[in-house]
């Protein structure tokens, strides 16, 4: 396992999309001694699947799984997640934005207690502010998979097949393995998520958050 070495680990069918990601991360600010490494994965049918090929290729400790369509506005995004890592080894990743408790429907959004913020572009720009993060960190039960930033290895859950409740799932099994989820403090957005017209398929939505509780329905207590 190499401790100095960050990779970028990122699905693509759109490459417009992965280009501007790209961009936005060869331009943040790297600490002396680090480097960085990108894993664009093509193709993709399973995220789950793809994600594990890409943990077992990278020898890089940190990891980084990003959407085509995030790109990382704060340039000291490295050296903020470090610092959070390195304050706690029992954290185990971290996102910008989740959810104290996962409510009963499984959708972390719908939960009463949600921390992070991020800047979503569909058809017009947004800026989505839940609580303020007062400390260094709050300690969540999940995040959204729009970024979600690891320093251990534990295998996704191939069960949940497609793009869907993949993050949550991973949640689960780091807690399981007695490791925090994260939100850090952010005094500005770090990303922007830019979604453009792109619709949810609904069915196939639901269809997998009906996986997902079969198969963690326990956990959500």
Request: charged letters at 25%; glycine letters at 4%.
């Amino acid at each position: 396992m190499n401790e100095r070495t960050i990779a970028f680990i990122c699905c693509v069918n759109n490459e417009k999309h992965y280009s501007e990601c790209k961009n936005h991360i060869d331009r943040l600010y790297v600490p002396a001694g680090f480097q960085i490494e990108h894993f664009p994965l093509y193709h993709c049918e399973n995220i789950t699947v793809e994600y594990n090929k890409a943990m077992k290729s990278s020898k890089a400790k940190y990891k980084v799984y990003i959407h085509q369509d995030c790109f990382i506005l704060n340039r000291t995004f490295i050296p903020n997640f470090l610092k959070v890592f390195l304050n706690n080894e029992q954290i185990g990743m971290l996102g910008i934005a989740g959810v104290k408790q996962l409510p009963p429907t499984g959708i972390w959004w719908e939960g009463k207690e949600r921390f992070g913020k991020v800047i979503e572009y569909r058809q017009y720009y947004s800026y989505l502010c839940f609580q303020e993060v007062k400390s260094l960190y709050e300690n969540v039960h999940a995040i959204d998979g729009v970024i979600m930033v690891t320093q251990y290895d534990i295998k996704w859950d191939e069960h949940i097949k497609g793009f869907h409740f993949y993050d949550t799932s991973q949640c689960i099994n780091f807690i399981n393995q007695g490791l925090n989820i994260v939100i850090p403090r952010q005094p500005l957005p770090w990303t922007l998520h830019y979604i453009g017209k792109r619709e949810t398929d609904n069915h196939e939505f639901h269809r997998l958050r009906k996986k997902f509780l079969h198969l963690y329905r326990n956990n959500l207590k």
